[in-house]
Structure formats: structure tokens, C-alpha cells
């Protein structure tokens, strides 16, 4: 087992809690490795190694190869945002004598999850004057966390009756930001009383001033996500599997970053690019779904080109092949009427590669070509890595969707290829060690395929 690997592995989880935060981790990664901004180059030659960022929240990084680009690239591609919640744009309000954090949920979570956690806050705000604010809090053992509250058992007869998915709804997932002691009741001063009036909320919102120079206003150009606090730890007596937030997809965004930056290109030009919004339907401009990834690649080909043409773009696009890089639900033996056992992925079974995602038929997949997933195949087996051939649960189970038929519109080969996750969409997610050895290996292996 490369344990190497695995620790930086970890390490990655508890520094990238935010898209924002991952984008930075990579490019220190990159430029480790000799990655470059792109805007420092007019031209590129073979052997050069650029990175592209958007908003801070999507980054692809390059390296030119032998072959005209024309002929395509191979690619790795993962997402980089995690099921979690965010602060509304006018968050901070009380209610009696405490002070709460109104949120709207980011994904597919079950709400109830997040009740009852010690939950930290990362983000940042952006202040009229221009300047940008980072803000994280509940991290440090030293630091204060969050948490949502939830009723006893003892009066939640009623709660228990209603389904899963309703007791407790959106608006109540709002997280407990302080608490002060209520005014006296003998308080006889029509002062007293109106100075005590939102007293705990002055007071959480003089310390944000206090810490990080932000207003009450200031929360309208914010972005703030709640995520649970604590860092990733070896999981099980043996240490065989790992517990931590946001697997899904920072496995798959890792492993394929570090796959390239210790990867040379050959003959192909390589791409690994990590995005945003793929847990909202990969909209938005760090979106797959957006000309976010097009625009990147013209950049490179107008870099390498004499002059650039949108023919030598299209063609790029549709000879390039892709992995897309995200997780599958590994098999539960303790819920196995969700899976067809002998189509599922098993924790510490290796790569999982999915000719098709979506939902029950097929609906909003990728559904890749036999003549590429044999290549792939045939690679990974010349190279020695575990790999094995799943989707996600029973047909009319459900199902979910990834990037990969955003990226097959332009006509490239694309295969779904991640590792089997339990608990995916928890707070808490749980890998195999020897998954994420074996993904690594894959995409290092991938990235060389002629």
C-alpha cells in the first residue's frame, strides 16, 4: 500500500473543505511539480506544464505532448464540490436569547444527518472595498463549533412519525451560532429592556467584526459553507479504511491531481481538470455544463497553434478521450435489497468503472462505447491495477448522475471511473485505503493510453 498516498491523501480532506479551498491545495500541488499560470505563457511548446483557474473554484491543468493537439487529449475530469450547507445572504438572526445561522442545503443530503455535529464554517466575504476575506472557524481544537440542534426522544412522538425526509425540514437546519443569558425578569428600565433586545445576535456579530472586519451587510456578498469539523482519520481496528467528509468527489479530484502532476505526457496532450456545482446539475460558470471547459482548451490551443481555428477546437474535443472521475456507491451488505450484488462495486474491490449512470432507464447518462471501455480495460490490465465493472443500485432503485455526458456532447469517449464509497452524501463518508491506491494507478496508467 502506498502510504504515502494515503496521508496526503487525508491531508487534502481536512485543507479542502471548499471548492475554493481544493483549487488552492491543487495549485500548490502544480506548481511543486513545475505547473505554471497559463497567463505567463504566449506560447507552448512540448513538454510544458500550465494550470487555467475560474473564479477560484475550478482549475484544469495541462501538459503538451508530442502530437499536435488537434488530435486530441486524454483527460481526467472530477468535481470538487461536496453535499453540504450555506449561508443564506442574510444569515445571522435571534430568536429569544439565541443566536442562529439561517442556511439553505448544497446537494443531495439527508437532512437529519446534520443534526446534533460539530460543524465548522469555511468561506470567505467579499467586502464592498474590494478585498476578500477568508474565514474559517471550528478547525482548531482551540476554536469554537457549531452545531444544529434537535428535540429529545422523549417529546418527539410526533417527529417520529413523519417520514425520514420530513422531520426535519430546510428551514430548520439553521446552526446555533450563541447564546446569551435572557434579561431578568424583575428588569424594570424600559432601557434595560430595549438594550437587551437582540443582544446575543450584537454581540455574535461584533465578534465576526472583531475577528474578521465584516459587517451585518457583508453577509450579502459572502460565501459561507457549514461542513462538519474534524479531520480524517483512519477507519476500522485493522486502519484498512478511511472516515472523512467530502469523498465524494475529493477521492477521485486528488488522485487524478496528483496522477498528473507525476505523470509525463507522451505522445497526447494530458488534461486533469477538477470543477464545481457538479452536486447542483454541474450548472453555473464553474459548471461542467457551461463553455467552462471549451473556452480552457481554446486557451491552450491558441497557445500552440499559429493561428487558432474552432475546427482545431472541435476536432480536439471529439478525438479526446476522458475519464470521468467520480465515485460509485459500493455494495451494503446491511441494505442488500438496494443492489444487484453481482453489478455493484465492493469496498476495497478497486476501481469501479460505470459504462452508464442516471437513473432507472438510463435517464441523464453517458452510456460509453464497448470499443473504449475495452481499451481502458486492456491498459489496466496490462498495468496491473484491480478494477471492476458496476453502477449504482437496482434498476428502479434510483440513481444518480455525473459530468460524463456533459463532456460526451462534444463527441470524446467517456467512462465513468471512481471508487466505491459507504455512506455517500453523509457527513461522514467511508473509503477503502486500498481503493484510493488502486484509482491512482488507474489514472496515472489512463493518462499515457495512446
Not at 106 to 122: C, D, E, N, R, S
Not at 307 to 327: H, I, K, Q
Not at 347 to 356: I, S
Request: overall charge negative.
Amino acid at each position: 500500500m502506498n502510504e504515502t498516498l494515503i496521508v496526503d491523501y487525508k491531508n487534502f480532506l481536512d485543507k479542502g473543505k471548499t471548492e475554493r479551498e481544493c483549487v488552492q491545495q491543487i495549485i500548490k500541488l502544480a506548481e511543486k511539480n513545475g505547473y505554471k499560470d497559463i497567463s505567463k505563457f504566449k506560447k507552448l511548446k512540448t513538454g510544458d506544464r500550465v494550470y487555467i483557474t475560474k473564479m477560484g473554484k475550478t482549475i484544469a491543468l495541462f501538459e503538451i505532448g508530442l502530437s499536435p493537439v488537434e488530435d486530441g487529449l486524454n483527460i481526467l475530469c472530477a468535481h470538487i464540490d461536496s453535499p453540504r450547507l450555506d449561508a443564506k445572504q442574510n444569515p445571522v438572526y435571534e430568536k429569544e436569547n439565541i443566536t442562529y445561522l439561517n442556511t439553505h442545503y448544497y446537494g443531495g443530503i439527508k437532512k437529519y444527518q446534520w443534526t446534533t455535529l460539530p460543524l465548522a464554517i469555511h468561506g470567505v466575504v467579499c467586502k464592498k472595498d474590494g478585498s476578500t476575506v477568508n474565514v474559517v472557524i471550528g478547525e482548531n481544537s482551540d476554536e469554537p463549533v457549531f452545531c444544529i440542534s434537535d428535540i429529545l426522544p422523549h417529546i418527539a412522538q410526533e417527529q417520529m412519525k413523519e417520514k425520514a425526509s420530513d422531520f426535519i425540514k430546510g428551514e430548520d437546519l439553521d446552526v446555533i451560532m450563541g447564546c446569551i443569558p435572557p434579561v431578568k425578569k424583575n428588569a424594570e428600565k424600559a432601557a434595560d429592556k430595549k438594550e437587551a433586545k437582540e443582544r446575543s445576535k450584537k454581540i455574535i456579530l461584533e465578534l465576526f467584526k472583531e475577528m474578521y472586519g465584516i459587517e451585518e451587510d457583508d453577509f450579502e456578498s459572502a460565501e459561507l459553507e457549514i461542513v462538519p469539523a474534524g479531520k480524517a482519520r483512519d477507519m476500522g481496528l485493522d486502519r484498512s479504511m478511511i472516515l472523512g467528509y467530502g469523498q465524494d468527489d475529493r477521492s477521485c479530484a486528488f488522485t487524478s491531481a496528483k496522477a498528473m502532476v507525476e505523470t509525463r505526457a507522451g505522445n497526447r496532450t494530458t488534461c486533469c481538470i477538477c470543477v464545481d456545482k457538479e452536486e447542483i446539475g454541474s450548472v453555473g460558470a464553474t459548471g461542467m455544463a457551461s463553455n467552462l471547459f471549451e473556452n480552457m482548451v481554446a486557451e491552450i490551443i491558441a497557445r500552440t497553434d499559429d493561428s487558432y481555428s474552432e475546427l482545431t477546437l472541435r476536432r480536439c474535443l471529439a478525438n479526446s478521450n476522458m475519464l470521468s472521475s467520480d465515485v460509485n456507491s459500493a455494495y451494503d451488505p446491511m441494505n442488500s435489497n438496494l443492489y444487484d450484488k453481482e453489478n455493484s462495486s465492493l469496498l476495497g474491490g478497486g476501481v469501479a468503472f460505470q459504462k452508464y449512470t442516471g437513473s432507472r432507464g438510463k435517464s441523464g447518462s453517458n452510456d460509453a462505447n464497448p470499443e473504449f471501455i475495452a481499451k481502458v480495460r486492456a491498459s489496466m490490465y496490462d498495468a496491473n491495477v484491480n478494477y471492476q465493472m458496476a453502477e449504482l443500485c437496482k434498476v428502479d432503485q434510483g440513481g444518480a448522475g455525473t459530468i460524463a455526458y456533459h463532456a460526451a456532447k462534444y463527441g470524446m469517449n467517456v467512462l465513468d471511473a471512481g471508487i466505491p464509497v459507504l455512506s455517500m452524501h453523509a457527513p461522514w463518508e467511508i473509503t477503502s485505503k486500498e481503493d484510493i491506491c488502486q484509482i491512482f494507478e488507474c489514472y496515472k496508467t489512463f493518462l499515457i493510453i495512446k
